[in-house]
């Protein structure tokens, strides 16, 4: 519990998850226990905590190499290892929904591009998921353009219509619509 106090300590005086990890590895030298007190710190449920220390212990924190505390918070930090899960509300849930639907549509999906969707659904980035999927084009053999389409502008409508919508979302959106209109003309 002390280690997590310290962990929050340096959380509250502006030092990144990675940073306070690579704080406490180098102070203690267990790099286990620094990656769960900087995950306690964040008030991630622990059964959360340990799905993904245990997901990347062998590769990451198995065998510390000293001086290496900062390239292992990175890491970490960009596995999601430090993401705090956000409670979506049911027009959030709604709206990562039509996200896997459209996923569903593209026909195949990068492991990297996956990967950052599911962070960005994990912490409630919504519009970060939805700029990264209207960027995005269903692959024309495997995929169903006309279902992609449709889909992310259903979604779209439903994230503009909250108040005060981030701009780029409509833009976004502006450019599904184009996006069907070519694909059903």
Avoid at 49 to 76: F, K, W
Avoid at 109 to 138: D, E, M, V
């Amino acid at each position: 519990m002390r280690l997590a106090l310290t962990a929050r300590h340096l959380l509250d005086t502006g030092h990144a998850p990675a940073e306070a990890y690579a704080a406490l590895a180098r102070r203690t030298g267990e790099p286990l226990r620094s990656a769960r007190a900087v995950c306690t710190a964040l008030t991630i449920p622990a059964a959360e905590v340990d799905r993904r220390l245990d997901d990347c212990y062998d590769a990451l924190l198995a065998d510390p190499r000293p001086g290496c505390e900062a390239d292992t918070g990175e890491l970490l930090e960009a596995l999601g290892v430090f993401d705090v899960p956000k409670r979506l509300t049911p027009h959030e849930l709604a709206v990562v929904d039509l996200f896997l639907t459209a996923i569903d549509a593209l026909g195949g999906i990068r492991a990297g591009h996956q990967h950052g969707l599911t962070r960005w659904f994990t912490t409630g980035n919504l519009t970060a998921a939805y700029l990264s999927l209207a960027a995005t084009k269903p692959l024309p053999t495997a995929g169903d353009p006309a279902r992609y389409w449709t889909t992310l502008i259903t979604a779209g409508e439903l994230l503009t219509a909250t108040p005060d919508p981030d701009v780029r979302l409509r833009n976004a959106l502006a450019r599904c619509r184009t996006h069907l209109a070519r694909t059903i003309a």
